[in-house]
Structure formats: structure tokens, C-alpha cells
Antibody, heavy 122, light 110 residues
Framework: QVQLQESGPGLVKPSETLSLTCTVSGGSISSYYWSWIRQPPGKGLEWVGYIYDSGSTTYNPSLKSRVSISVDMSKNQFSLKLSSVSAADTAVYYC????????????????WGQGTLVTVSS | QSVLTQPPSASETPGQRVTISCSGSSSNIGSNTVNWYQQLPGTAPKLLIYGGNQRPSGVPDRFSGSKSGTSASLAISGLQSEDEADYYCAAWDDDLIGVVFGGGTKVTVL
């Protein structure tokens, strides 16, 4: 059973860079798309971006200038960096696996981490 | 402001049927399949419906999805107390080139 676990600082100062890592266990990181999704307190879900094992990335246009997602195949991990953060970036950050069924074309998030709260505050 | 529009809340008594709508446009729901996620209080979202009407293993057949044009719906029949949760629709958007979510619907079992 694939499991995902987010890790990283729970508090980041305004204008600094938020950095999170997602460790994948119970399966290989190869041949899948890996995503970050966030949820501000009391609000809905927002897709941040995803990376394929080859390193190709797609980001939410609204965050594209500040986001970077990378993958470390040797550690079965992928990471998120979000620069120049403000209070608006305070959220629970989830990592998730994005399944892409080639036969049907279906694309969906089938495995999620438990989430980690990141607060932006001085 | 979410790209996909959902009602903020829905409620029904146990055993009844509740339906949640998700309205989008030709660039998302109109041309791509819709997925639904269930988020129980204090937990991570869980895949409930994918490909519009497919249920992952372990999801009861009380949950069903459908689509018509640029709108989709999630139906929960035989409503149970454990179905109290937030429900989110999601789809790929060809114009934004990314995944878009609905704002979520909180289902209350009266």
C-alpha cells in the first residue's frame, strides 16, 4: 500500500521560502505524477503543481512564478519550494500521487499524505 | 473564487438521497472527466469517484457520479451519519492547463 508523508518546517517568515518534502513508501516513485495540493484553514483545495519522474513539471499558473517542484528518485522523495511567501500561503499542504490511466485517459489523485500545516508569520 | 462552482452546503435525513452539483465550463467539465473527493473532519481528502462515475475499491455503491454538458453531480443514496464530510469536485482545465477544484460542499446528516 502506497503511503505518502510530508515533512518540513511548520513556521515560515514572510518573504522567505517554504520548503517541504514528501516521502513515498510502499511503492516506487517511478512512472507516476506527484503533486502538491494546499488548503488554507477553513477553505477549499488548491492544486499547486506536479512533477513526473522524468522531472517534467506543470504548475498552477497563479503560483508559477514562485513554485518549484523537484524529485529525488534515489530517496523516493519529491519536494516543494514556494518563494516570497506571505500570510496568504498559510495552509495545510498535501502531497498526492496523480494516477494517469493511459487506456482510459482518467487522471485523478489516488493517494494522499496526511498533510502538514505551514504557517507564515513573523 | 473557485473555477468549479459547488453549493456550500447540503443536508438530508438518514436513509435519504442527497445530490451535490458541480458547475464548470467547456474547458474543464465540458471536455474532461470529473473526480470527486471526500474529506472527513480533520483528515486528508480521499478519492471517492474518478472518471466521472468510477468507484475505487472500497467505496460503497451508495456513491455515484454523473455528468451532463458542463455540469457534474455526486449522489449519495441511503445517507448515513458517517457520510458527514466535505465533498470536492475536480477536473483538468484545458485553458488553465492545470487541475481545478470546486469550493467544496459540506454535507450534514440531520
Amino acid at each position: 500500500q502506497v503511503q505518502l508523508q510530508e515533512s518540513g518546517p511548520g513556521l515560515v517568515k514572510p518573504s522567505e521560502t517554504l520548503s517541504l518534502t514528501c516521502t513515498v513508501s510502499g511503492g516506487s516513485i517511478s512512472s507516476y505524477y506527484w503533486s502538491w495540493i494546499r488548503q488554507p484553514p477553513g477553505k477549499g483545495l488548491e492544486w499547486v503543481g506536479y512533477i513526473y519522474d522524468s522531472g517534467s513539471t506543470t504548475y498552477n499558473p497563479s503560483l508559477k512564478s514562485r513554485v518549484s517542484i523537484s524529485v529525488d528518485m534515489s530517496k523516493n522523495q519529491f519536494s516543494l519550494k514556494l518563494s516570497s511567501v506571505s500570510a496568504a500561503d498559510t495552509a495545510v499542504y498535501y502531497c498526492a500521487r496523480r494516477e494517469w490511466d493511459i487506456l482510459t485517459g482518467y487522471r485523478y489523485f489516488d493517494h494522499w499524505g496526511q498533510g502538514t500545516l505551514v504557517t507564515v508569520s513573523s | 473564487q473557485s473555477v468549479l462552482t459547488q453549493p456550500p452546503s447540503a443536508s438530508e435525513t438518514p436513509g435519504q438521497r442527497v445530490t451535490i452539483s458541480c458547475s464548470g465550463s467547456s474547458s474543464n467539465i465540458g471536455s474532461n472527466t470529473v473526480n470527486w473527493y471526500q474529506q472527513l473532519p480533520g483528515t486528508a481528502p480521499k478519492l471517492l469517484i474518478y472518471g466521472g462515475n468510477q468507484r475505487p475499491s472500497g467505496v460503497p455503491d451508495r456513491f455515484s457520479g454523473s455528468k451532463s454538458g458542463t455540469s457534474a453531480s455526486l449522489a449519495i443514496s441511503g445517507l448515513q451519519s458517517e457520510d458527514e464530510a466535505d465533498y470536492y469536485c475536480a477536473a483538468w482545465d484545458d485553458d488553465l492547463i492545470g487541475v481545478v477544484f470546486g469550493g467544496g460542499t459540506k454535507v450534514t446528516v440531520l
